[in-house]
């Protein structure tokens, strides 16, 4: 079936200007998530969506970045006054986690995307 | 959070068996230890979990070490799509009722010669 999906794959913008990064996880699930990758930092989660709801947001780096998901499917990240630390590669995972305990949430897989890669000039 | 380390990079030969090692010495009881992959220009996929037995599927192995200390991946049979960079994560059930963020560290960079 189809995987988790990501749009623009590559965004190059601005410095200042306002992005919009979306993501349509896999069918069915419950959970997303938002990463980045960058050269100087790896790996970093941003934010996590149960749902609607987005029970923890403690990876969000500043105010000006915010996300959103509606109808508990695509998710869109924001990213405002764009700064040039800010270019990296944004990754969104899905997963069908819905809850059931911690022992099922460390368990549970989590399915990525290919990224956008987004540069700031 | 109890921390992995692994070595930065390895290199092996397309069709040799690799093994991939993790220490976790601060590990706690009820962490379980996950392997994620990283291909070239793509997203970081599932590997294999597990908590305290040796666990098998079709991508690789799992040894863990009798007190959990240190853990190694096992590919059994190198090909040139292997390489990646493999990344070896704790995963504590203790934070909270929701899902929980993967944290990622170095990982270890994995050649394969053909």
């Known amino acids: 079936g189809a995987g988790v999906s990501q749009s623009p794959s590559n965004k190059v913008t601005e410095k200042g200007k306002d992005v919009e990064l979306r993501c349509d996880p896999i069918?069915?699930?419950?959970?997303l998530y938002w990463y980045r990758q960058s050269l100087g930092q790896g790996l970093e989660f941003l934010i996590y969506?149960?749902?609607?709801?987005?029970?923890?947001k403690s990876g969000l780096p500043s105010d000006r970045f915010s996300a959103e998901r509606t109808g508990g499917s695509v998710s869109t990240l924001t990213i405002q006054r764009t700064q040039q630390e800010d270019s990296a590669v944004y990754l969104c995972?899905?997963?069908?986690?819905f809850g059931g305990g911690p022992s099922r949430a460390v368990t549970d897989t989590q399915y990525f995307g290919p990224g956008t890669r987004l540069t700031v000039l | 959070d109890a921390k992995t380390t692994q070595p930065n990079s390895m290199e092996s030969n397309e069709e040799e068996p690799v093994h991939l090692p993790c220490n976790h010495s601060?590990?706690?009881?009820?962490?379980?230890i996950h392997w994620y992959r990283q291909l070239p220009s793509q997203g970081p996929e599932y590997v294999i979990h597990?908590?305290?037995s040796n666990v098998n599927n079709r991508m690789a192995s799992l040894a863990i070490a009798e007190d959990r200390k240190s853990s190694t991946l096992i590919l059994h049979r190198a090909t040139l799509r292997d390489a990646a960079v493999y990344y070896c994560?704790?995963?504590?059930?203790?934070f909270g009722q929701g899902a929980q963020k993967l944290v990622f560290g170095q990982g270890t960079r994995l050649t394969i010669n053909p």
């Open positions: 069918s069915g699930h419950t959970a």
């Open positions: 601060t590990i706690s009881g009820t962490d379980y």
């Open positions: 597990g908590l305290t």
């Open positions: 969506f149960q749902g609607n709801s987005a029970p923890d």
């Open positions: 995972a899905s997963s069908s986690f």
């Open positions: 994560i704790l995963r504590d059930p203790r």
